[in-house]
């Protein structure tokens, strides 16, 4: 099955068309032509010139309908966009907000138990000071938490000028034969490994902070949850 | 056969492509074929370029 030809490539067809009658005819006529069978053939030159620029008018007209059309297809898929979204926000966000809801009320209790343990580490910690005992860290710190990390420095080789006193110069000129940057002083060249980027050192933390401090519980009438006021 | 050379009727033009003239005037209500220029209360005529693209929407062929 082929791809059928719109109006608008009819009406170009046309054109073509008819631009080819008319360089068929205009290369028949010519000065050595019998005088009748010129005319004749120039009277229907002329028809075809006007039937040229009615096509020309169907051509325009066929392109403004297709863009037309274009333009109340891509409306009407628009609204039918709009009108499925509306569907979705009548039909299911008040079970999605009911769910919601119950789930927010479950994991309310949660948080203030880990809330609540959490606060404890600080008890904790003072109690083993106090006897001189290590100190403890917290659930959330101790399961979530993650580890310290350090990248290493990284080094390079490079060829690098020393002058009689171990020193690197500071001011080149250009040999003139080799064309080599060359201290002015004179020294030694030689091949040396160098720091370029020092040791860093990452401390571990809890990714996206303490659940007890980020997260905030909300009923559907705006009552807090958690944390509790 | 249209020889797009002179104004036609409605009629005309509809016989001319072998639809009803009815047919012609419902597409043309629906804007889907341009109008015709109305010369007295009972004939609209239609330009010869108005009757390429009726005949171009009409003889688009259906999708087997």
Sequence with gaps: MGILPTPVEKAQKRIADIDGRIAGIEARRGPDLDFDLNFELGKEVENLKSMRRDAVEALAYAEDSQAKAAADAAKASAAAELE??????????????????????????????????????????????????????????????????????EFEDREIWRDSFGREPSQYRQHPETGEMVPFGGGTKRRERVQIRAEQFIPGQIPGGRLCDTTRLMGLRGEALFPAR | MIDFTHNLTRSELADSLGVHRITLWRLERAGRIPAGTRVNPTRTEFTPAAQMVIADVLRQPVEA
């Design chain 1, 84 to 153: 499925r979204y509306t569907r979705e926000a009548k039909r299911d966000v008040p079970s999605r907000l009911n769910k919601i809801a119950k789930l927010q009320e479950a994991l309310a209790p949660e948080l203030a138990w880990l809330n609540a343990h959490v606060e404890r580490a600080k008890e904790m910690n003072a109690l083993a000071q106090s006897f001189g005992l290590p100190r403890v860290v917290d659930g959330e710190t101790m399961h979530r938490m993650t580890p310290d990390r350090t990248i290493p420095a």
